[in-house]
């Protein structure tokens, strides 16, 4: 039987991305009806290579009906299946395939903080098992016409840019992400040497403190598509200003026009054109919300325009993002929240520039190193 898109979708996930093995326990979760054909490939695949796959498949409207209805004991209600499964699960595999991108845009912002508070150390138990080596996971999508209407695109337009941008037109995908992970640990090896990483552009003069941090290739382990190559920063250093260009969205809410202030790790100060107010009550979620998480380098030059996906847009070619919220322990960040809001600002515009201890190592969207 020939292989479909699918079946080449799958062995990337399974096969490179979770590298399942004989006797792995792997938790498929797939977030609408709409991931069907890739929840199945994926389920086969798993068990091709001798792995107990378990499925969770949900209803999209029920998280809206839960922030709208549950009282404060049922938001701040962690169940035991769950926290057994992100304990015990040796490889995680996430299909998002949303029917309406908007379904959260209009729930209670105090609710939304609220329940991410109780869930955070879900992800942190996930965060510190994969940065151990005990789990692996991989979140994914597929084309929706939620998400080409977000993009602008018809179905078929979205479509060929979602496989495109996973290189899911090659013959070797796998070959290629390996490619790009050369080039990219190249880049993070020098990284790995500097102690403070400065960007500056339009509205923009930031400074990260980096020593003894951790930069990371990413390349279709943990995000695919993928490319980008990121550190947490160290906690109480990071001071000045940003401002991003790119629409931000978060669980359904847009901001526009973001401008953040930063002083010794924290942001102080949040103006925006639209969407201030849930800006800050995602800042406010708890202790670790207004700390910087991640700084990172996108470079898949297959997506070039912002499509209203994080999981795409973040990795824009020529862009940069910065995570306010939890970092990640792999890289030695010690931030803990439930937030994690990547924000993304455009790099390729005249002056845009990243220097690494006071050396132009990036300009106008591109390496110079």
């Known amino acids: 039987m020939q292989d479909t898109i699918w079946d080449k979708y799958a062995r990337v996930l399974v096969d490179y991305s979770t590298n399942v093995q004989k006797g792995d326990l792997v938790q498929i979760r797939g977030t609408s009806v709409y991931a069907k054909d890739l929840v199945k490939a994926i389920y086969k695949r798993v068990l091709e290579r001798g792995g107990h796959p378990i499925v969770r498949t949900s209803i999209e ?14 938001l701040d209600y962690v169940d035991p299946i769950t926290k057994l499964e992100y304990e015990t699960v040796d490889k995680f595999i996430s299909i998002g395939a949303p029917m309406n991108t908007k379904n959260m845009a209009r729930a209670d912002m105090k609710k939304l903080a609220r329940r991410s508070a109780a869930t955070k150390n879900l992800s942190e138990t996930l965060m510190n098992r994969s940065a151990k080596g005990e789990a692996s996971w991989v979140v994914a999508d597929v084309p929706t016409h939620a998400l080409a209407q977000e993009a602008k695109m018809s179905y078929d337009e979205y479509s060929e840019f979602l496989f495109n941008a996973c290189y899911l037109d090659l013959d070797d995908p796998v070959a290629k992400l390996k490619e790009l992970d050369e080039k990219q640990t190249a880049w993070a090896s020098y990284l790995n040497g500097v102690k403070k990483v400065r960007i500056f552009g339009d509205r923009t003069d930031i400074t990260f403190g980096v020593e003894g941090r951790k930069w990371i290739s990413c390349s279709g382990l943990n995000n695919y598509p993928d490319g980008e190559v990121f550190t947490s920063p160290v906690e109480d250093d990071v001071n000045g200003e940003i401002y991003f260009d790119f629409p ?16 010794n790790g924290k942001v102080v100060k949040v103006q925006a054109d639209k969407g201030e ?22 470079t898949n030059d297959r997506v070039q325009d912002v499509t209203g996906n994080i999981l795409f847009d973040e990795k824009i070619g020529g862009s940069i993002h910065m995570a306010i919220g939890a970092s990640y322990p792999e890289t030695g960040g010690k931030n803990v929240s439930g937030l994690h809001w990547d924000m993304i600002k455009g790099m390729k515009s005249e002056g845009s520039k990243i220097f690494a201890d006071d050396v132009l190592i990036y300009e106008n969207g591109k390496f110079l190193i």
């Not at 409207?61 to 049922?74: G, V």
């Not at 359904?252 to 002083?263: F, M, P, R």
């Open 61 to 74: 409207d029920l998280s809206d009906t839960f922030i709208k209805y549950a009282t404060d004991e049922q």
């Open 248 to 263: 931000q969205l978060y669980r359904g809410n847009e901001a526009h026009g973001v401008h953040l202030w930063v002083e």
């Open 277 to 298: 107010d849930f800006v800050n009550a995602m800042f406010d979620m708890d202790e670790g919300s207004r700390g910087i998480g991640e700084i990172a380098i996108g």
